[in-house]
């Protein structure tokens, strides 16, 4: 029976080059990654923002998708979180220890 819900997303190929569509992604993997590395630290955002030099709004807008990430952002957070980040033209920023 159908539930009415997507099961999965088929996107089509030419929506994936789109230049709005592959910005999208990089915010989300972003706010994914800053998300992960925090938590597992067990910080709040809070305390990241006061390690960051940021406001807690700036965190929470991060992983929330809504800020492109930027190199000099990487660098900040990658400080912040007592972490390396590896940057590589076309991924997602890794933050590791």
Do not use: C, K
Not at 34 to 60: H, P, T, Y
Not at 63 to 87: F, K, N, Y
Request: charged share 35%; net charge negative.
């Amino acid at each position: 029976m159908d539930s009415g819900y997507h099961n999965s997303w088929n996107v089509p190929p030419e929506h994936r080059e789109d230049p709005a569509y592959r910005s999208a992604g990089r915010r989300m993997d972003f706010a994914q990654a800053v998300f992960d590395r925090r938590s597992a630290l067990g910080w709040s955002s809070a305390e990241l923002a006061r390690r960051a030099d940021l406001a807690e709004e700036d965190i929470e807008s991060i992983e929330e998708s809504r800020v492109d990430p930027t190199p000099e952002l990487i660098e900040q957070l990658a400080v912040a979180l007592d972490s390396g980040a590896r940057l590589d033209p076309g991924r997602t920023p890794e933050f590791r220890t």
